[in-house]
């Protein structure tokens, strides 16, 4: 079984690799998942009370509180799948909480591409801009994720993707990565130390 995490900022791929992962049988685990599934736990209206759950979370606990809710539904895909995608971690200490949780089965993606292009894609994709306001929008959203510990996290990946080519090519790469962990799943690495023949 294989836990693969993608980390990155606004606009780098995160949504587009998921699609794939989607496309090629993978289940996705998204952030937002938890949050709305702890609304409905709290009779609340998940279209209307997402951001103040998100906050109430990480408030009553703790930094890593919505990654350890997403263990379980990690779990039930765990059953019946080789590899889950968990779309969009946030920061190290979420890293860690799946580290702790799946050890050598997490590996983490970080997808990477500079300012300007993830505005243009942003734009283009028509959402988080809003008016012509010079990216500063983008840029203030940049350094919210870089200040919840996002950088620390994007430095620690296993993978990193520069997401600067044809959305083709990205959606190749990422193919790849969940082909491979497939294949290696199956064909498991000799124990360290001993002689491979
Ligand atoms: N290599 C690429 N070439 C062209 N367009 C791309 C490429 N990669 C992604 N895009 C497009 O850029 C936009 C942003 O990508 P995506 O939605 O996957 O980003 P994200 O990391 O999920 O962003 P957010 O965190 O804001 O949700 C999308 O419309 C996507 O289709």
Redo the contacts with the bound molecule.
């Keep these: 079984m294989r836990v693969i995490g993608t980390v990155?900022?606004?606009?780098?791929?995160?949504?587009?690799?998921?699609n794939v992962a989607r496309e090629e049988g993978v289940p996705v685990v998204t952030m937002g998942d938890v949050i709305r599934r702890e609304c409905r736990d709290r009779g609340l209206d998940p279209a209307e009370h997402h951001g103040e759950i998100a906050k109430a979370l990480r408030e009553e606990n703790g930094p890593d509180a919505i990654a350890a809710r997403s263990l379980p539904l990690i779990e039930e895909y765990r059953r019946t799948n080789e590899t889950v995608l968990v779309d969009?971690l946030r920061s190290q200490v979420e890293v860690e909480r799946f580290e702790e949780a799946f050890g050598d089965e997490f590996s983490l993606v970080s997808?990477e591409?500079p300012f300007e292009l993830?505005r243009e894609?942003?734009s283009?994709?028509g959402r988080?801009l809003g008016e012509d306001d010079g990216g500063e929008g983008l840029r203030a959203?940049d350094e919210r994720e870089l200040g919840f510990g996002m950088g620390e996290a994007m430095e620690h990946a296993d993978v990193r993707i520069e997401?600067?080519?044809?959305?083709e090519?990205?959606r190749k790469r990422i193919r790849e990565i969940l082909r491979e962990e497939t294949e290696n799943e199956s064909e498991p690495a000799p124990e360290k130390g001993e002689p491979s023949r």
Aim: charged content about 30%; cysteine-free; hydrophobic content about 30%.
């Design positions: 990155g900022l606004p606009g780098s791929g995160k949504g587009e690799a998921a969009g997808i591409a993830r894609r942003i283009d994709r988080d959203r997401n600067t080519d044809t959305l090519t990205f």
